[in-house]
């Protein structure tokens, strides 16, 4: 780069790569750009802090993970190198933090078997295949430790005045979870299950029919949406782009969730690569399962994900038709308004503590910056891209 291109560089904000890629479009130069999917493998959750990313990084051969607390720069580093591989044409993953609206966890490369994670407790990442090569990165070499030991007592208390915020959004989820309970018993008392298993019957056919495929299903576990510090934020447009869509429709304990376990478990005894999205507030119930090698996606299509067809080869499920006891809605009105009122209350409380638990780690994570040494963080990342780019071209 010269003195000029640096210059460019300093005063649009702009990475030297992007302004490669401006310049090679302004001059006609066709530039290639990967498919970008973005979800989160970990969630806070009614269940407490849930972790799916052993899923995500199966398969991997060349695995980046990324040490060091609260150090500033790893969400930033995960990002330009995910920016560079999708310029240069890889699709890749982006795994977003549902604890920052603002953050990156993760980035996977499929197509190179590569992955940078961010290891920073609650996500411990440990490879679950011997043959994974691990590269850990500590950031914390980045930082002046002599300080940040200044510090340190501040430091500390705002550990533990986070990981209490984070603890009283757990709690808070928990009560929401059980006044859900309660939500669903209203309809589970109403629900025809003969109707449940003829449409569950009638989806695993039409879905699938008699294909197969002779290999053995690999199965994703992910979260499309999560609870966040800006509330419940999800992924769904852009993970069934360009696929065949059916939105289900339906009330809280109408089936929708068994109905997508059954589903997702015919695709992974037909042989078929399943992704499994688990719901964000409660991991032990599914939102959408996704088989891209027969081009759909069918999802829980209710708040607080909740869409309308708008597609023309969009279809929706309506289990409150099929399955609920017509006239239900109204016969419980009364004690389904209130219900609803102290779920939605209980929710607000819940985010509010995340927001807070966000707002204290940017504390943190100022107290870090002022000690970081980031022109080092952009030689680790560089030196990551290339071992990256070198996979790329071993390949070919």
């Avoid at 109204?330 to 707002?359: T, V, W």
Wanted: glycine content about 8%; charged content about 25%.
């Amino acid at each position: 780069m010269d003195n000029a291109e640096f210059s460019c560089t300093l005063l649009t904000g702009l990475s030297y790569d992007k302004l490669c890629a401006m310049t090679l479009a302004r001059k006609g130069v066709t530039v290639m750009s990967g498919i970008v999917e973005n979800f989160y493998a970990s969630g806070n959750t009614a269940r407490g802090f849930a972790n799916l990313f052993d899923s995500s990084i199966q398969g991997l051969e060349r695995l980046f993970i990324l040490k060091g607390g609260p150090v500033t720069g790893k969400s930033s580093l995960i990002r330009t190198i995910g920016s560079r591989l999708a310029e240069e044409g890889y699709d890749i993953w982006l795994i977003h933090s549902p604890s920052d609206n603002d953050a990156l966890d993760g980035l996977i490369i499929p197509a190179l078997k590569a992955g940078v994670i961010d290891g920073t407790a609650l996500r411990e990442i440990e490879p679950l295949e011997p043959g994974t090569v691990v590269r850990y990165v500590n950031l914390e070499e980045t930082v002046d430790a002599a300080r940040l030991t200044a510090r340190q007592t501040e430091i500390e208390l705002l550990h533990e005045t986070i990981q209490q915020a984070h603890e009283r959004a757990y709690a808070g989820f928990a009560e929401a979870l059980r006044i859900h309970d309660e939500w669903e018993t209203v309809y589970i008392a109403n629900m025809n299950f003969q109707a449940a298993d003829e449409l569950t019957n009638e989806y695993i056919q039409l879905l699938y029919g008699d294909r197969r495929l002779e290999k053995r299903s690999r199965v994703d576990h992910r979260f499309l949406g999560a609870a966040t510090p800006k509330g419940a934020v999800d992924f769904v447009p852009n993970l069934t782009e360009n696929l065949k869509r059916y939105f289900i429709k339906g009330r809280a304990g109408s089936g929708k969730s068994t109905l997508l376990k059954k589903l997702a478990a015919a695709g992974m005894e037909r042989g078929f690569d399943v992704e499994i999205y688990h719901c964000g507030f409660d991991p032990n119930s599914l939102d959408m399962v996704i088989v891209r090698e027969l081009g759909f996606a069918i999802f829980d299509s209710t708040a607080p994900h909740e869409y309308d067809p708008d597609r023309a080869s969009d279809e929706i499920v309506d289990m409150y038709k099929r399955c609920i006891q017509p006239g239900t809605d109204e016969a419980h009105a009364d004690a389904l308004s209130g219900i609803k009122a102290r779920y939605a209350a209980q929710m607000k409380a819940s985010i509010q503590h995340l927001a807070q638990a966000k707002s204290l780690q940017d504390e943190l994570e100022q107290i870090y910056a002022q000690s970081t040494d980031f022109r080092r963080i952009d030689q680790i990342k560089d030196a990551i891209f290339r071992e990256i780019s070198g996979l790329a071209a071993v390949r070919d």
